[in-house]
């Protein structure tokens, strides 16, 4: 394991390194991938810090893609137990899916540092290795880059419709509302099996369509969830038995789309629905759909939708 430089011994003084707190990503994931990506355009480092204190947190690291994962330093002081190791088996996932670097805090020990790197840590942090003003305090036999490329790959949206991101290279289907409505439950019961560290999101069209079993089944699985967001006209902007609500705004291009997105670490899936307006309100309700398990592809989704929760996103462009 080697020490972690401060300062300039982590990005260099053209780029910076923008850091996420934890707190920040389970509190308000909207804004914080918001901030993310202001700071990925001015081309700064993007680093997490204290993660593992909370599942919670891990649900947003695919959305971020940092390029580097500070742990929290109980993990590295830990006994091994079904946390820890679910905690070591989403750190694995991740640095293999972008190569990002895993730095252990709280090494004060050499027990410390051999359970850091029983976790993948490459770096560490800790009186083991008191910080160092400059790497010229370092001999370049003890010394190595951090990064050694981006990590981050996922391209940004080129859309705020989940239908749009989803649907694009690829045929939708036609469908009445009775053959949707089991298919997102079907995914439902998915994501309530996923961990407890999956992002779940729908999008509603209208508050009326978000009630009775539906919305029982959706409390129920949030109660396995680390972050569960719906959105529809109507909604009132608050967070209650662990949903988080957002309103759209009537123009908003989502109050025609029905979308049920899951991100977990080893399931991942997108159902976009887009209303044919057929003017039916009872099961025979016609949509165009799509369904994908391409990572890459509801992640975006997922950030389009996020976006809703930070205020509203506007009209959306036709497509």
Known sequence: MTPLLVGNGIASEACGTFVVRESSMVDNPAKTLLAVEKARARNSII?????????????????????????????????????????????????????????????????HRVRALEL????????????????????????????????????????????????????????????????????????????????VLGTFQHDRHFRGSTKARWQAMAEHSAYTGVCGVGMADTSDTHIHRAPLAPADCMTEEWNVVVLGVHFCCVLSAREMNSGDLGPDREFDYVISHDRCTVVRCAKAILHRFDGPAGVCEPN
């Open 47 to 111: 680093a997490v810090d204290d993660v593992g204190g909370q599942l919670a947190s891990f649900c947003i690291l695919p959305l971020i893609e940092p390029d580097i994962i500070v742990l929290a330093p109980e993990l590295s002081a830990s006994v091994p137990d079904p946390y820890v190791a679910r905690a070591t088996h989403v750190l694995a996932v991740q640095a293999e899916r972008t190569g990002a670097v895993i730095v252990a805090s709280g090494v004060d020990s050499e027990a």
């Open 120 to 199: 993948g840590a490459t770096f560490g942090i800790g009186r083991l290795y008191p910080p160092m003003s400059s790497p010229k305090s370092l001999s370049e036999s003890t010394s190595r880059a951090v990064l050694a490329s981006r990590t981050w790959s996922t391209p940004d949206a080129d859309s705020t419709s989940p239908f749009a991101i989803a649907s694009a290279g690829r045929v939708a289907t036609r469908s009445r509302k009775n053959l949707l409505v089991e298919m997102s439950t079907h995914i439902e019961w998915q994501a309530s099996v996923a961990g407890p560290e999956t992002l």
